[in-house]
């Protein structure tokens, strides 16, 4: 347990290695060529993996790389950002706030799963829906 890292590091810009260096690799998950990151604190992101989906095109679902349970106080600040690759430039394509309806942890990894719902009329943008469907034409399954 003693190498883990601090949970609050998994939201920083950056992080550090043992040796207190750098880490030149980002960890994130792909979604295909868009990939998903969800921040509790402005400025401050994590990669998410997507899962799903929810009914009605109304939020999603996504599992993170570590085992945490949001606050009630983190929870009004989620906010989700999607971006896409383009060769080695990471281009910001969508940036919203978003409501956390459920959070629970992956009986496998244990690590957190959330569902996220879209505020109001954020829900009818063009351009959230494109980017919905094409998350859910690639072929997303858990390693």
Do not use: C
């Amino acid at each position: 347990m003693g190498d883990l890292p601090d949970i609050q590091d998994f939201f920083n810009e950056e992080s550090n290695d043992k040796n207190g260096k750098k880490d030149e690799k980002k960890k994130k998950v792909t979604s295909g060529t868009i990939q998903i990151y969800i921040s509790k604190e402005k400025g401050k992101w994590i990669s998410a993996q997507f899962i799903g989906i929810a009914i009605g095109h109304i939020g999603l679902h996504v599992l993170l790389p570590i085992q945490i349970e949001l606050t009630t106080e983190e929870l009004k600040n989620v906010q989700i950002k999607f971006t896409r690759q383009d060769g080695e430039f990471e281009d910001t394509i969508k940036e919203l706030p978003v409501l956390v309806r459920w959070q629970e942890n992956d009986n496998i990894s244990g690590n957190l799963k959330l569902g996220l719902h879209f505020h109001g009329e954020i829900k009818e943008d063009p351009e959230l829906y494109k980017i919905l469907d094409e998350l859910k034409s690639k072929d997303h399954t858990l390693e």
